[in-house]
């Protein structure tokens, strides 16, 4: 079935660490989203990208990193200067911009934990 | 984008309509209403949207108010599954991507057995 993978579901990290989570797209997509969700809260943008080998940063991109070597992937790197790092990620695609309906399709989301 | 404005929390019985309520007074003319949802722990889950018109699918109706002000999302037959965090969000369609779409806090929907 076509659909949006994230993995881990869930992770552990230590503080200091770099943790990367894993976002794969079968959709044939052309845009990507990462967002994050605090307990409580709405989703915020972290970081995007419309196409291929380009990306731009979203609402609370600092302390987090990404590419977009493939069209069908999206990795996410929290890296130790994100200093809250603890939350729920989530990532979407959508069809992109010429053949943009606003329709959002998303992962079922990875719950970072920092100890 | 036009900000949008829902009630924190909301409850509904079982197998009744559950009418979700949205106001977004400054919606400009060419601003669409999108709703979506989310269940506990799961990434949220595009209902439906429309513009001015009302709109029906096979999980909701969309009601849009003649001045656009203001919308309401029904559920016909609430059922324990709907029980989820429903956003309402206001964007421009075809300007830019997706990432204008506005997740705020949203609201919460309780069916009650």
């Known amino acids: 079935d076509g659909g949006i993978t994230q993995s881990p579901k869930y992770l552990f990290r230590k503080e200091g660490q770099n943790v990367t989570l894993s976002c794969e797209q079968n959709?044939?997509?052309?845009?990507m989203y990462w967002y994050r969700q605090d307990p409580g809260q709405g989703l915020r943008l972290i970081y995007y990208?419309?196409?291929?080998?380009?990306?731009q940063k979203g609402d609370i991109a600092e302390g987090y990193s990404v590419s977009r070597e493939k069209k069908e992937s999206f990795p996410l790197t929290v890296t130790s200067a994100q200093k809250n790092p603890t939350a729920f990620y989530l990532c979407?695609?959508?069809?992109?911009?010429?053949?943009?309906?606003?329709?959002?399709?998303f992962g079922e989301g990875s719950r970072l934990t920092v100890l | 984008d036009a900000k949008t404005t829902q009630p924190p929390s909301m409850d509904c019985a079982e197998g009744r309509a559950a009418n979700l309520p949205c106001n977004h007074s400054?919606?400009?003319?060419?601003?669409?209403v999108y709703w979506y949802r989310q269940i506990h722990s799961q990434g949220p889950q595009y209902i439906i949207h429309?513009?001015?018109n009302n709109e029906t699918n096979e999980m909701a109706s969309l009601i849009i108010t003649e001045d656009r002000k203001s919308s309401t999302l029904i559920l016909p037959h609430a059922t324990l599954r709907d029980t989820a965090v429903y956003y309402c969000?206001?964007?421009?369609?075809?300007?830019?991507?997706?990432?204008?779409?506005?997740f705020g806090k949203g609201m919460k929907l309780t069916v009650n057995p």
């Open positions: 429309g513009l001015k």
């Open positions: 979407a695609s959508s069809p992109g911009d010429r053949h943009n309906t606003g329709e959002l399709f």
């Open positions: 400054t919606i400009s003319g060419n601003e669409y």
């Open positions: 959709l044939n997509h052309d845009a």
């Open positions: 969000i206001v964007r421009v369609e075809g300007k830019g991507g997706s990432e204008k779409l506005v």
């Open positions: 990208s419309q196409i291929v080998n380009d990306f």
